[in-house]
């Protein structure tokens, strides 16, 4: 089964090792998005295909999307501190299993979050609700779930669709691939199952080069957006 012939896919993800499960304590507060339970870095990258594919990480910039994407905090300059490890080859699995087209490069963004759940903060997963990331594809692979419940994914096949004809869960060592292009997506809010717990995910983003996410041009397309 491949996500362009049914649009989503649960993928078994290789072990993680423990230097990408240490790396979730040293994530930044995000300022952005919500009610400080979240905690994030940000990379981006050019994937080539030669054989197998490869990887050059690009230039740090801030991150932007579209406000029609993101409602809360779409249309302005989010300063994210850059990954401090590699997720690159659970990234290749994932451009392997779609299968992404390898006759042109791909511009990927990377995100590694924390979402924490505690008596005095709600564990709200998606703050900008149900929606669609604007790019190809996308990936949400999970690498810890500590103390918790919740994080339901449901998918839906237009804004209009009252009823999700998708509802699971997505667990420690899985990875949902979905179509952008065709689907939204959300993921419910966690609780705690005592005092506090939380969700470590890696959630990656492909775009075909000629449309990156990346770079001035960009960056003042979004902007420009904004003020229409």
């Known amino acids: 089964m491949t996500v362009m012939e049914h649009d989503h896919q649960i993928i078994k993800l290789a072990p993680f090792s423990n230097e990408i499960i240490e790396s979730y304590t040293h994530l930044v ?3 952005y998005m919500g009610n400080a339970n ?24 801030p991150y932007m999307t579209f406000s029609k994407y993101n409602p809360v905090a779409g ?32 511009q990927i963004n990377v995100h590694q979050y924390r979402v924490i759940v505690t008596p005095s903060l709600e564990g709200i997963t998606v703050p900008e609700g149900r929606h669609r990331d604007g790019h190809s594809f996308v990936m949400i692979g999970v690498v810890k779930r500590e103390g918790i419940q919740g994080a339901v994914m449901k998918l839906y096949r237009t804004p209009q669709d009252t009823t999700p004809f998708y509802v699971g869960t997505v667990w420690e060592g899985q990875a949902a691939l979905l179509n952008d292009q065709t689907l939204l997506h959300d993921v419910t ?14 959630v990656v983003a492909f775009s075909p080069w000629a449309e990156r996410w990346h770079g001035e041009e960009f960056e003042n397309k979004v902007i420009e957006s904004t003020t229409v």
């Open 29 to 31: 507060a995000d300022p």
């Open 75 to 106: 249309g302005i300059k989010r300063f994210y501190e850059p990954l401090e490890v590699d997720f690159t080859p659970y990234i290749e699995q994932a451009a392997t299993c779609i299968p992404l087209d390898p006759s042109h490069d791909w």
């Open 38 to 61: 979240r905690f994030r870095r940000f990379s981006q990258y050019r994937m080539s295909f030669n054989e197998r594919w490869s990887f050059e990480k690009l230039e740090h910039r």
């Open 189 to 202: 809010e966690i609780t705690a199952l005592e005092e506090t717990g939380y969700r470590d995910i890696f």
